[in-house]
């Protein structure tokens, strides 16, 4: 349903967040 749709959406948008977080640490840290 779109529900669903909204939902994965969000948990997408919510990983590519800690991602790019995690990628700017990395290039922080080299």
Same mark, same amino acid.
């Given at each position: ?7 994965? *959406?969000? *948990? ?7 991602? *790019?977080?995690?990628? *700017? ?6």
């Amino acid at each position: 349903t779109q529900e669903r749709k909204r939902k994965k *959406a969000a *948990a997408v948008k919510r990983h590519l967040k800690k991602l *790019a977080r995690e990628s *700017a640490r990395r290039t922080r840290m080299y």
